[in-house]
């Protein structure tokens, strides 16, 4: 029988036995862009996607060298970052891989630990622990490398009754479109180089205690064209998913070769953000200029009763409603989700969102991974890079 498919936050708490906890971590704290313009990108993500104004940094609050929008949607905060002066190494970062993502924050309740077993393990160093303090209390903030030039900074933020950060003042804004029912990270993606994914599994497996919970070859990831393999590794508590995926040889450019020729190496693909009511997230989205894949052919939509099963019984959905706004549907033995794939959102064909709605599935959508693939190669194929 359909069990429960109320929409799920952490679905998959506690069920990683494998997994090991020298390293508890509380969820996604932040995700920290560099971007060429932070004021406009800002503006761009409130504006486009519902963020809130939240907290800021820069001349006026004695920052010199760089200035940080930090905004805000339910537990999601994004912080946009750019360099003040031509000294500042933000800019070689910028130069080199364009606007991307250079922080991943995991929140937990010791930094120092989190940094001390890691960095034993083999992670490289990006700072040591170091404590920052205000009127509201203080930080403890420590990072360590993972692919590219991407680094997680573990955040203790238990001494802390601030809004974001010490050096961080609140940011209010007259300026405050509605948020658009982003509600959390569900999960973030990596794109590494050729034969590059196994070393990452084992990373996050070794150094992080992660496990490997999902794999998927290029036989079951693969068009006519292009190939690519993918592993999804999970923290313990399942709050922290980083599929990882790397090219495989194929007729044609993978995406993620594209990706990799424009960010000049590994990085952040995308960021999936959950919503509870995918209809009207993607509604609203649209109607703020938000362009996203171009939807699947009919027979896409034709196939979902066949394609769901028993899951159908429960679909609240209308499938001529989810045509309309090309809303992808995929299901596991668990429930079903709803997907949807953004355009990059830089002019470089790097980072883009996923907008998910999870009906209790665990998965990432693999039976929509072709139509998804399909529909990025038409889009790969107007920019010259198949
Ligand atoms: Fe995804």
Redesign the pocket.
Known sequence: MAKDLKSVDYGLEKIFEGAQDFLPLLGTDYVEFYVGNAKQAAHFYKTAFGFQSYAYKGLETGSRDEVSYVVKQDKIRLVFTSPLNSKSPINDHIVKHGDGVKVVALWVDDARSAYEETTKRGAKSYCEPFVEKDEQGETVRAGIYTYGETVHMFVERKNYDGAFLPGYRVWESDYNPSPTGLKYVD?M?GNVGWNQMNKWVKFYEDVMGFVNFLSFDDKQIHTEYSALMSKVMSNGNGRIKF?INEPAEAAKKSQIEEYLDFYEGAGVQ?L?LATDDIIKTVAQLKARGIEFLPPPPQTYYDDIPQRLGEHMKVMKEDIERLQELSILVDADEDGYLLQIFTKPLQDRPTLFF?IIQRMGAKG?GAGNFKALFESIEREQAQRGTL
Request: glycine share 0%; charged share 15%; aromatic share 14%.
């Open positions: 999960h993606v599929p995308h999936a996923e990432f």
